[in-house]
C-alpha cells in the first residue's frame, strides 16, 4: 500500500480561514493605529493654535475685551477656526481666556481647547502696569 504525503484539502482550507482572520486584524490594529496618529497631529495642531492665540494676547500692550471673539487661519496646509472668550475672574486685574480651535469643514467639532489666564502686562522698562483704561503715568 503506498502511502501519501501532504496535507489534504480540509486541512489546507483550515489553515488558510486562520490566516486570513489572522491578517485582517493585523490590518484591523494598523489602520486604527493610521487614525490615532491622525488624531494626535490635529489635536497637536490645534493646541499650538490655541497657545499661539493666547500668547498674542498676553502680548498686546492692553485691556483685554471682555466678550468673546473669533477668527481663522490656514496652518498645516490646513484651514482652522479658534474661538476665544474673555471673562473677569473676580480677581483685579486677572482675566480667564477660553480658546477653542476647530476645522474649518466641522465647525462645531472642537478638536483642542485651553485655559489662559491673562494679568498685568509688564513693559519694556521692566515696571507693571495696572490694568485700567487710561494710560499709566510715567515714574518721575
Do not use: C
Amino acid at each position: 500500500m503506498i502511502r501519501q504525503r501532504g496535507f489534504t484539502l480540509l486541512e489546507v482550507m483550515v489553515a488558510m480561514a486562520i490566516t486570513a482572520l489572522g491578517l485582517s486584524a493585523t490590518y484591523y490594529a494598523v489602520m486604527q493605529s493610521v487614525g490615532v496618529v491622525d488624531r494626535l497631529q490635529q489635536k497637536t495642531y490645534a493646541h499650538w493654535i490655541a497657545l499661539n492665540q493666547l500668547t498674542e494676547m498676553r502680548l498686546q500692550q492692553q485691556v483685554p475685551e471682555i466678550g468673546e471673539s473669533d477668527g481663522d487661519l490656514e496652518y498645516a496646509d490646513q484651514r482652522w477656526i479658534w474661538r476665544s472668550k474673555v471673562s473677569e475672574t473676580g480677581v483685579d486685574n486677572l482675566y480667564r481666556v477660553d480658546i477653542e480651535v476647530s476645522k474649518e469643514n466641522s465647525p462645531d467639532d472642537v478638536v483642542s481647547d485651553i485655559v489662559g489666564f491673562i494679568g498685568p502686562p509688564i513693559v519694556g522698562s521692566g515696571r507693571i502696569l495696572p490694568w485700567s483704561a487710561e494710560p499709566a503715568e510715567e515714574a518721575q
